[in-house]
């Protein structure tokens, strides 16, 4: 069966710290792996990512992805309270479906 | 930026009843999907559209489930006769192109089943 563990489950930070969220995957034929930020309701967009060793970033945020191993990490540099929020991965197993598998979320607090 | 638009934001409905949540994707995107999320639980893949069809189900989407896209804009889900357990949130999302990369999520329809 096809899953996605996230770790933490929950995660309190002050500002200015460093956070770094794990997701661990077993999908059969693997396609690409998607972080997403849910803040009240909506999850929005972050990063995609299908090829191991290549960062992307955005702003404060970063990601890598390790195919061999089968997990990627979320890095959040100098929190701030506006980063609190639940952070989801999912996965994209290979077919034309556009399924995608969630893990459970880390729910982040950054307090002041 | 464009989004997608889910109605009503908030929905209350007896056992049994039957329910159709509304949703307007993104108006170029093609594929159109649901999902579902039991409070504390994980966002749960439903069913996903393309051209007039669905291309997945998932074991959660049985009989009493049904989508369609009435319109060149509509994209709903209905819930025939509703039970305590379909108590979730809602969402909608579409992408413009296939295999679930970067989905847009609306907002979400809480569903609450009495």
């Known amino acids: 069966e096809d899953k996605v563990v996230q770790s933490p489950l929950s995660l309190v930070v002050h500002e200015g710290d460093t956070v770094t969220l794990n997701c661990s995957y077993e999908v059969t034929n693997f396609r690409s792996l998607l972080w997403y930020k849910q803040e009240k309701k909506a999850p929005t967009f972050l990063f995609m990512l299908t090829s191991s060793g290549i960062e992307k970033k955005s702003g404060r945020l970063s990601s890598i992805l390790d195919k061999k191993e089968l997990f990627s990490i979320l890095n959040i540099t100098a929190t701030q309270t506006g980063d609190s929020a639940v952070y989801l991965c999912?996965?994209?197993?290979?077919?034309?479906?556009?399924?995608?598998?969630f893990g459970q979320g880390t729910t982040l607090q950054v307090k002041p | 930026e464009p989004e997608v638009t889910q109605t009503p934001s908030h929905q209350v409905t007896q056992m049994g009843q039957e329910v159709i949540l509304r949703c307007v994707p993104i108006?170029?995107?093609?594929?159109f999907y649901w999902y579902r999320q039991i409070l504390g639980q994980k966002v749960e893949f439903l069913v996903s559209?393309?051209?007039?069809?669905?291309?997945?189900k998932s074991e959660i989407f049985d009989d009493q489930f049904s989508v369609e896209r009435p319109d060149g804009s509509n994209f709903t889900l209905k819930i025939r006769s509703t039970k305590l357990e379909d108590s979730a949130m809602y969402f909608c999302?579409?992408?413009?192109?296939?295999?679930?990369?970067?989905?847009?999520f609306g907002s979400g329809t809480q569903l609450s089943v009495l």
């Open positions: 999302a579409s992408s413009p192109i296939l295999r679930g990369e970067k989905l847009f």
């Open positions: 108006s170029n995107h093609l594929y």
């Open positions: 559209f393309y051209n007039n069809e669905i291309s997945e």
């Open positions: 999912a996965v994209g197993p290979s077919g034309n479906t556009g399924k995608l598998i």
